[in-house]
């Protein structure tokens, strides 16, 4: 066993489909601040994210620009800082160095970290170091060796080294965390986030009906994204409930959004059901899923998602005025 071993007693990883809301929910629990994970879900802005391959990748959830979620985490109470790299850059050996100083500066002072790809494309709580590398926690975390050696971080096929740090800072007031939530979804739902190929808001809806009804759906990225996104919508409904329970104001609107995202919610629950979610070494990558039924749940689901972006964007004008 490597020597100067650190570790972070009572840091672990809060099992989500979406990791990053995952990561970060468990180091605010460390921190001991008094946040729910649908407040941090609905406040980031993440819980009104849906975002679509062309044909269903597994990447969906994760490949988008998630710098502003990280940015509105200020807003709920706690600060996202770090560094990021990719191993194609002439500096990157320096960014790992980098990320290494911040990893272990920050544990030996209590204060939590979390990074991208420890073991699979997914975001890990760190929750520890030796002399060798970094210990993390998270998806299928057990079946991969750690610690990851500290000169590994980022060296995988898709080359991305992302470490941050979270530490707590005054919250905003409750309306602001509300209408800059309001905000990004809006933006997010007209594309302003998505990367080249990739479509959001009620238009990922559709297209991920069409990569259903012509049997180009990746089965794996099937069953992922309709998790993925089932969970967000779910946090949505939630994130709402609470904001009700905190304004004392457009109860009406809140409960018109409520209403809209519970349908989306369910409609997405009934694709999981149809066709859940299989993680197996026995199904190739490139299997593919046809499902007209699904494809019309899905329609469904669009309309009502549309339905809930209007409420989301009438709710924001009414606190604002």
């Keep these: ?68 979620l990280d940015r509105l985490a200020a807003n709920l109470g706690y600060l996202v800082e770090g560094v990021t790299g990719r191993n194609s850059e002439r500096d990157f050996e320096a960014r790992q160095k980098i990320a290494w100083a911040l990893v272990t500066g920050c544990i030996d002072t ?42 590994r971080l980022g060296c995988t096929e898709l080359g991305y080294l992302s470490v941050h740090c979270v530490l707590p800072c005054e919250p905003s007031p409750d309306e602001e965390i509300v209408c800059e939530a309001i905000g990004f979804a809006l933006d997010h739902a007209r594309g302003d986030y998505a990367f080249e190929g990739y479509c959001a808001g009620p238009e990922a809806f559709e297209r ?16 992922y994204n309709a998790e993925c996104w089932h969970e ?43 066709h859940p979610f299989e993680f197996s070494d026995h199904i190739p990558e490139d299997e593919t899923l046809r499902s007209p039924e699904c494809a019309s749940i899905l329609r469904r689901a669009k309309r009502a998602e549309e339905r809930a972006l209007d409420a989301l964007a009438r709710l924001g004008d009414a606190l604002q005025s």
């Design 110 to 151: 209590d204060v939590p970290c979390y990074g991208w790809e420890f073991a699979m494309p997914e975001w890990y709580v760190i929750t520890g170091y030796d002399d060798d590398g970094y210990y993390f926690a998270g998806p299928c975390a057990e079946d991969y060796p750690s610690p990851l050696e500290r000169d």
């Design 1 to 68: 066993m490597a020597g100067n071993r650190r570790m972070l007693e009572g840091l672990d990883w809060n099992p989500s489909w979406i990791s990053h809301i995952g990561c970060q929910h468990a180091c605010v629990e460390y921190l001991g601040l008094d946040l729910s994970m649908p407040w941090i879900h609905g406040g980031t802005g993440h819980a009104f994210v849906v975002n679509i391959h062309d044909e269903l990748c597994p990447s969906g959830p994760t490949a988008w620009n998630t710098e502003h």
């Design 232 to 274: 967000c919508r779910g946090m949505a409904v939630e994130f709402l409930r609470e904001a009700k329970l905190r304004l004392d104001r457009e109860q009406t609107l809140l409960d018109e959004a409520i209403r809209d995202y519970s349908a989306v919610r369910d409609g997405l629950a009934r694709i999981i059901q149809r």
């Design 208 to 223: 991920w009906a069409i990569a259903l009804e012509s049997g180009r759906a990746n089965r794996f990225g099937a069953g």
